[in-house]
């Protein structure tokens, strides 16, 4: 296991990397470890420092993006950056108005698999349940308490792998601990008898926008092929953990068939919230990632509470930004 360490103007990030085990043999993975640089964190870091890491008695976020093997985990780092700028102003306003400070994103992981492609979605899966566990999953190291939520945010093929690193946990509590909320974004779980040349054409085009057209449509036929797979996860843990749905308001990539066919009660599972992200389509962390990050921390800090038992509108800071 080796370490590394660089800094940026809204967060520093720390990578790791380690080996672990898939059906296919040992492999390895980069994980990078996000912390925002903002003075509020500074100041939870020193009286950490003061204290031991285990000060952090308030309940926190700790986040873990999900991006698919054919993208690199940096795809998500501006909407991290954003993430962050919202939370430092959100803390500032919060000073200036009174208002609870809502629970905190402490920190944010990023994964990237070396050697991707002699793996599949399977393999992701358990790829990431093994990071799950390893970090932090339910044995809540020194760094953690058991008043951290753990959310699991994936976007695009990536929620193929969000959804199957569920299944197989040891308990029903070690589920919990280790997934507080699922939020997928521009989830695709294509059915096969919704499939078409032109939908594959469709997401290939768009995609190679972002990566070598042959991984797109790598990622394209996995989705196929584990899409009722992952779906059938999600009826085993709709009434356990959270999940949300995050959709572009421009049918793309996904139809509004497709968008309706997700969030249908027949499907024998509930979305705990589905938003719409105007003006934007299929590739909503890329193509606009302040959009992104909006809708990630509306999502966590209107389900997720405060820090604070006071009462308070967290409309009242939004409005100030």
């Not at 390893?134 to 760094?143: C, Q, V």
């Not at 890329?286 to 409309?315: V, W, Y």
Request: with cysteine.
């Amino acid at each position: 296991m080796s370490s590394s360490n660089s800094v940026s103007k809204s967060f520093s990030v720390a990578s790791t990397k380690y080996e672990t085990r898939s059906l296919k043999g040992n492999f390895r993975l980069v994980a990078s470890r996000y912390t925002p640089t903002s003075e509020f964190q500074d100041d939870a870091e020193r009286e950490g420092n003061n204290k031991s890491a285990t000060a952090f008695t308030l309940p926190s976020y700790i986040l873990v993006l999900v991006q698919g093997a054919e993208f690199p985990k940096e795809h998500w780092e501006p909407v991290i950056s954003r993430l962050f700028d919202i939370q430092s102003d959100m803390q500032y306003a919060s000073i200036a108005t009174g208002v609870p400070t809502p629970i905190p994103i402490r920190e944010v992981w990023g994964l990237d698999y070396i050697n991707g492609e002699e793996l599949d979605t399977l393999d992701y899966a358990n790829a990431l349940k093994a990071f799950q566990k390893d970090i932090f999953g339910g044995k809540l190291t020194e760094n953690y308490t058991e008043t951290d939520k753990f959310v699991l945010v994936a976007h695009s093929v990536g929620c193929l792998e969000a959804v199957l690193s569920t299944t197989d946990f040891d308990s029903v509590s070690l589920l919990k601990t280790t997934n507080y909320s699922l939020i997928l974004s521009e989830p695709v779980f294509l059915q096969h008898s919704e499939t078409s040349p032109t939908r594959a054409k469709g997401f290939t085009e768009s995609a190679a926008a972002y990566v070598q057209l042959s991984n797109a449509q790598k990622a394209y036929r996995r989705s196929i092929s584990d899409s009722k797979r992952a779906m059938s996860q999600l009826r085993q843990i709709g009434g356990l953990v959270p999940v949300h749905a995050i959709f572009g308001s421009i049918d793309d990539v996904l139809s509004s068939k497709d968008k309706e066919y997700l969030v249908q009660p027949q499907q024998g599972f509930t979305m705990a919230t589905v938003s719409r992200v105007e003006g934007v389509g299929h590739w909503i962390p890329q193509s606009s990632p302040q959009k992104m990050a909006e809708a990630l921390f509306n999502l966590l800090h209107r389900f997720g509470g405060f820090q604070s038992m006071k009462s308070g509108n967290i409309d009242a800071i939004l409005s100030k930004l």
